[in-house]
């Protein structure tokens, strides 16, 4: 327990909106850190508060432009290591890398596992983090992860839209279980897409196991990357007899042409969190909506700083 330690919470530059909802609902001021580029590219740090023996807080996400940002959070992390707080946690809403998480093909790299460890060699001695892709890469740290999930944010806005005849719908074999947690809180149906996925970024919907027609479906997934998985997964149920199709994923990454497809698509709403901020073209979309997890990564940070139990936001 560091409650008698201060509290302090840092932003990079990934997301400082997320970074100021979460000292909002914390209601502390935000860390001073000076942070830049040199004309070569190099960034630049500083810490501008005196941290000694204090309880720090660095919150990065490490999406687009990925290698900028986690090369940002691991020169924070050095530079609170060599400044002697009492400890240093990295929150980390969206954990990137997270899809290179095993050998799935001959000769190929474990990079999830190789950022936990450069999170940990620059100075993290613990981690917050919200739905990473694979479970099981908590177990690539040899520091405390705590792994919250978006849900009880997500699930309340999909009350909200007021679907009459609701069907949760798993985008894959591998989103069965986040599926099947949402139907059974929404205490409606599931329905699983059988797809096979050739190469990265490409899907094809092969089959819809599950009984759709004339049903409002939700396609439920952790991360929307260029949006071709979830458009075909849309066209797939609109023609097997789906009344309407939307959308609740966690991580909105949104990459190449994904606002486009989203726009052009058969898809009613898409709702994501802000563990990643909009660009200019998804914010102005009309079929994109945000949705905040400041209040739960926040709970978080106090409940860890003051030795309370994190446990009950595992839903």
Known sequence: MLKEHPLLVFSGRSNPALARSICDYLQIPPGHIRLGNFSDGEIYCQIQDNVRGSDVFIVQSTGRPSNEWLMELLIMLDAFRRSSPTRVTAVIPYYG???????????????????ANLITTAGANRVLTMDLHASQIQGFFDIPVDHLYAAPVLIEAIRAANLDRLTLVSPDAGGVERARAFAKRLKTDLAIMDKRRPEANQAEIMNVIGDVEGRDCVVVDDIIDTAGTLVKTSEALMERGARSVYAAGVHGVLSGPAVERINNSTLKRVMVTDTLP????????????????????????????????VSSLFV
């Open 278 to 309: 909009l660009g200019e073209e998804a914010a102005a979309s009309g079929k994109i909506e945000q949705l905040s997890v400041a209040v739960l990564l926040g709970e978080a940070i106090r409940r860890i700083h003051e030795g309370a139990s």
């Open 97 to 115: 890398y997270a899809r290179q998480d095993r050998k799935d093909k001959p000769r190929v790299p474990i990079t999830s596992k190789l950022v």
